[in-house]
């Protein structure tokens, strides 16, 4: 259970384009998304919470007009990044909570999403 | 503020035990977890503690000290496979948003 997956495993598009990233609880239903950056060699960097029904919220420095986050349904959650530029160029991934072994809610990361703008 | 420090890497032989140290300060406490990244993947849930002591699962074991706002990860019987980066996180005050550490990448020699 707790299975988490993300479309597209990768992607390479040219700068000013938009990129749309999709991430599904396959098994369990998610009222609340993550959705985390990660570059070369650093942490995971936490850039909004989605919610399912309601606006996400973002992470201080992140801005929310260039990474739309949509929860459309319990188990589908999308962020589009729009007019992308080699600097956003990262692995992008998410996450979604649920019980984990102990009845502790735990959070489930999907496989990540790895982003080259050109 | 709150803030996670661990090392940046580690070495290690194959068979041996390592213990990688994570030290955190937090605006009120809501456990500590561990997560495994191999290079190029995403992170996959070790432990979670939120009291204080020893958890041992199988070869990886996790200790929390919360009144000196420490945790340990051990890892017995060391595999190549084990070379990875190891996480330390914690809930971010009383929200379910996590704030990593840097992470430890750890590599296992033969």
């Known amino acids: ?118 | 503020g709150q803030n996670i420090d661990q090392p940046t890497e580690m070495t290690a032989t194959e068979g041996a035990i390592v213990q990688i140290n994570c030290t955190y300060q937090t605006s009120g406490f809501n456990g500590l977890f561990w997560y495994q990244q191999h290079a190029g993947e995403a992170p996959t849930f070790l432990s979670y503690n939120v009291l204080d002591g020893l958890e041992e699962k199988g070869r990886f074991s996790s200790f929390l000290s919360r009144s000196k706002g420490y945790s340990y990860l051990l890892l017995k019987e060391l595999q190549m496979k084990d070379s990875a980066s190891y996480l330390c996180a914690a809930p971010r005050g009383n929200t379910d948003k996590l704030i990593f550490g840097t992470g430890t990448r750890l590599q296992v020699f033969p």
């Not at chain 1, 938009?18 to 609880?25: A, M």
Request: aromatic share 10%; hydrophobic share 35%; proline share 3%.
């Open chain 1, 1 to 118: 259970g707790a299975v988490v997956s993300q479309h597209p495993s990768w992607v390479i598009c040219k700068s000013g384009t938009s990129v749309k990233i999709e991430c599904r609880s396959l098994d369990f239903q998610a009222t609340t998304m993550f959705w985390y950056r990660q570059f070369p060699k650093q942490s995971l960097m936490l850039m909004a919470t989605s919610n399912e029904g309601s606006k996400a919220t973002y992470e201080q420095g992140v801005e929310k007009d260039k990474f739309l986050i949509n929860h459309a349904s319990l188990t589908l959650s999308t962020l589009t990044v729009t007019s992308a530029h080699p600097e956003d160029s990262s692995f992008y991934i998410c996450s979604a909570r649920a019980l984990g072994g102990g009845g502790q809610e735990t959070q489930y990361f999907g496989p990540g999403t790895r982003l080259l703008v050109l």
